[in-house]
């Protein structure tokens, strides 16, 4: 299982956010330091979200996220927060992007098939929940149910997803395994977001015994330093690739 340390772009500096509110912003510093600090403990994958782009539509981070691609060959990127137009996606990819993160396209099917046909494996549908809804523009828009952003992605050819609880994000109250494994059972791979506060909720996601949860995405517990990646690891009973 892969574990995703966050990277929360805003105003040029790491974040994280309670419940994706950004009066809640607590700044940890320089995204790119926090970068190289989690690909030195071994991260293969980061979680990069601009979320300037994702409250103004349009992405913001496009030089953080080049400055991030740079530091290791060996570390995936993925990148999400405004990508709503295709060439806000081209550029993300040129940027260094490994994957690109989309969650607003999904409402809008003709989109999502753009997106799916043009660039494939390289998306990721954001299914961001809360009160069993998908929500989108920054979490600021309710949408339609999590079965209809699903089945546009899947139609589209995209086949990842990550699975956010809106009202768990920033709090330590533990995933929402449910959901995840509700998104996986209609024929997702499934990266797990938002919650996770003590190494009791990464074995709780593994305890699901879902073969479609593919990672987790670790956030603010790793800069409060609730525990360490090399913690997390060890906590599991494996780490496999993606």
Not at 2 to 15: E, F, N, R, S, W
Request: hydrophobic share 45%; charged share 20%; with cysteine.
């Amino acid at each position: 299982m892969l574990l995703i340390p966050a990277i929360d772009i805003m105003m040029g500096q790491c974040v994280r956010l309670v419940s994706g509110q950004p009066e809640s912003a607590v700044v940890y510093g320089d995204p790119v330091e926090f970068a190289a600090k989690w690909i030195a403990q071994g991260a293969s994958r980061l979680h990069v979200v601009d979320l300037d782009g994702a409250f103004s539509g349009s992405p913001q981070a496009l030089e953080v996220l080049a400055e991030i691609s740079r530091l290791s060959t060996n570390t995936q990127v993925q990148y999400g927060g405004g990508l709503r137009r295709m060439a806000d996606i081209e550029a993300a990819l040129s940027s260094g992007a490994d994957y690109v993160i989309v969650g607003s396209a999904l409402q809008e099917a003709s989109m999502m098939q753009r997106v799916g046909s043009a660039f494939g494996e390289r998306v990721i549908a954001a299914i961001d929940v809360k009160d069993g809804k998908a929500l989108t523009k920054g979490w600021t828009s309710k949408a339609h149910s999590v079965a209809h952003s699903v089945q546009n992605a899947l139609a589209a050819g995209v086949e990842m997803a990550i699975v956010t609880s809106i009202s768990n994000d920033g709090t330590f109250f533990g995933p929402d395994v449910t959901t995840a494994v509700e998104v996986a059972d209609m024929g997702m791979r499934v990266i797990v977001s938002g919650g996770i506060g003590e190494l009791e909720h990464l074995r709780l996601v593994q305890q699901a015994d879902c073969p479609q949860i593919a990672g987790v995405v670790l956030g603010k517990a790793l800069y409060e330093s609730r525990f360490s990646l090399a913690e997390a690891r060890s906590a599991l009973l494996h780490e496999g690739d993606d």
